[in-house]
């Protein structure tokens, strides 16, 4: 019998989908802690997930899930959903890159395909949501990301800002009030070997200095 797709099962396939893109499986505690449960639900979840007809994860005990082929698409379709939400929540109904992400994952859930391929052509079928994340094609594939962290850079090299990684609403804004937004012009104009803080001229405005808790979240 097919595994019913149910919100619950969808949140735990995104955050397997997001923790194992380093290609490492997704632990049991790191999913507790995203998703606000006991490490026992996680391991209870995962190993019906495992036993679902199709596998949505393959689970190792102590190792952590994967998604196999139908896992990664069904997380695909609710990423797709999610991002073309936060798009059209910001171009159409004017929302802020950091208002979004709650709304999009109430309404990710239960928008009709219909419906999604309504927002994507109205949208002109963008490739990247607000925060610069690729949107998963229509056919759930995701196009390759050629991105590098913002810390990865020294001085004398510069980049524009493609996207940034975070939902949280005060970073977001943080990163707004430092000019750190997709589509920004980066400068690195200095770099301290001792904590990998940068001195940073953003759009030719005055230069500042910035840590690593940010310039990893930040990818050019």
Not at 121 to 136: E, S, V, W
Not at 172 to 182: A, C, E, S
Request: with cysteine.
């Amino acid at each position: 019998m097919s595994e019913i797709l149910t919100q619950s099962i969808q949140d735990y396939l995104k955050q397997i989908y997001d923790l194992s893109a380093d290609g490492m499986p997704a632990s049991t505690n790191d999913l507790a802690v995203r998703l606000g449960v006991a490490p026992a639900s996680v391991t209870g979840m995962l190993q019906r997930l495992a036993n679902a007809s199709p596998a949505l994860v393959i689970y190792k005990k102590h190792q952590g899930a994967t998604l196999t082929i139908e896992g990664e698409r069904a997380a695909l379709e609710v990423i797709r959903h999610h991002r073309l939400l936060e798009t059209w929540l910001v171009q159409t109904l004017g929302y802020t890159w950091d208002e979004v992400h709650e709304e999009a994952c109430r309404l990710e859930h239960v928008i009709s395909e219909d419906f999604e391929r309504r927002i994507a052509a109205a949208l002109g079928n963008p490739a990247r949501d607000p925060h610069g994340d690729l949107i998963p094609t229509a056919d759930l594939t995701m196009p390759s990301d050629d991105t590098r962290p913002l810390a990865s850079l020294r001085t004398g090299e510069a980049g524009t800002v493609k996207r940034v990684h975070g939902a949280d609403p005060a970073f977001l804004r943080h990163l707004q009030g430092l000019g750190l937004i997709p589509g920004a012009q980066v400068h690195v104009i200095g770099y301290s070997e001792f904590d990998g803080n940068l001195t940073l001229q953003v759009d030719f405005q005055p230069a500042f200095v910035v840590g690593l808790a940010i310039t990893k979240q930040v990818f050019v």
